[in-house]
């Protein structure tokens, strides 16, 4: 029996060659950015904790105050919310940063250190949004004995807005396609049950199950979504061979493992959905005799 629900369901693709062909590369376009919106996820997530990693903001305190009344200091941006380091940079370890930035050393001309004592402030991976970066900055700003606080974000807060930009754009582009890809599914199975009609109300009249009715059908949107996701694998491993070609000193062994396994289980996902709706409908009222 299952050899001649295949023998079905194989017979309608190649009968329906042009809508087969349409269907499979509508799912190879939907698994594609399926597959970049999850490496999208990952690498922006990476992309993003590095960018907020090197977002620095510089608190600059009284010249009069003492070590406990530094440590304090220190203790209140600890407390901050979202605030992940806090380093102290002194006199003389401002003076190295200086002379390391321009190559040249005031105290050759001056007897005594101007530079202020400051706190170099870094923030949690979770600080994406502008408002609460600046509520952080705001709060070390009131604290006691905080003369200035400098900071210079906004190039970096652009990149993590056109980054989530483009994400969105990604995901529309994905969700558009899958439903594009499980829409043809559906009709390619729901142009093959009206064709077959009369076969299937013959079908009917003799007592056949719903299942001999539905399996073809599913089956076809099996074989459909696992072509596509056969195909798919084919143009990734050109792409990853490629790639690997052009840079072989990266390993790409383990991604090229992870989505072969993720395509095929979005072919089949893909491929079951559509075969799905397409026999939804299906049922053994007897519609004509």
């Known amino acids: 029996m299952i050899k001649f629900y295949f023998s079905e369901a194989l017979k309608s693709i190649f009968r329906s060659k042009f809508s087969s062909i349409i269907s499979i590369t509508s799912i190879c376009i939907a698994i594609g950015f399926s597959v970049l919106s999850i490496g999208v996820i990952f ?13 620095e903001v510089n608190v600059f305190v009284s010249d009069s105050l003492n070590n406990d009344e530094l440590l304090r200091i220190e203790r209140k941006i600890k407390q901050t919310k979202l605030v992940a380091s806090v380093t102290m940079i002194d006199r003389e370890k401002a003076r190295e940063e200086f002379i390391k930035e321009t190559g040249e050393d005031f105290l050759s001309v001056l007897d005594l250190n101007p530079l202020p004592i400051s706190f170099r402030v870094k923030f949690d991976a979770e600080i994406k949004d502008e408002a609460i970066l600046i509520n952080s900055v705001d709060d070390l700003r009131n604290i006691p004995n905080v003369t200035e606080v400098v900071y210079d974000y906004d190039l970096i807060m652009k990149i993590i807005k056109y980054l989530e930009s483009g994400k969105i754009i990604i995901y529309s582009a994905q969700a558009i396609f899958i439903i594009i890809s499980i829409f043809l599914i559906y009709i390619s199975g729901r142009i093959d049950f009206k064709l077959k009609a009369d076969e299937y109300e013959t079908m009917k009249l003799v007592g056949a199950k719903l299942k001999v009715l539905k399996l073809p059908i599913l089956i076809k949107s099996l074989i459909l979504g696992v072509a596509a996701s056969g195909l798919s694998i084919l143009v990734f491993y050109i792409l990853i061979y490629s790639f690997q070609k052009a840079y072989n000193q990266i390993n790409f062994d383990t991604i090229h493992y992870f989505v072969n396994i993720i395509v095929l289980i979005l072919g089949v996902v893909f491929g079951l959905i559509g075969g799905y709706f ?9 519609e004509k005799v």
């Open 278 to 286: 397409a026999t939804r409908k299906i049922n053994l009222r007897i």
């Open 43 to 55: 690498l922006s997530q990476e992309i993003e904790n590095k960018l907020i990693g090197r977002i």
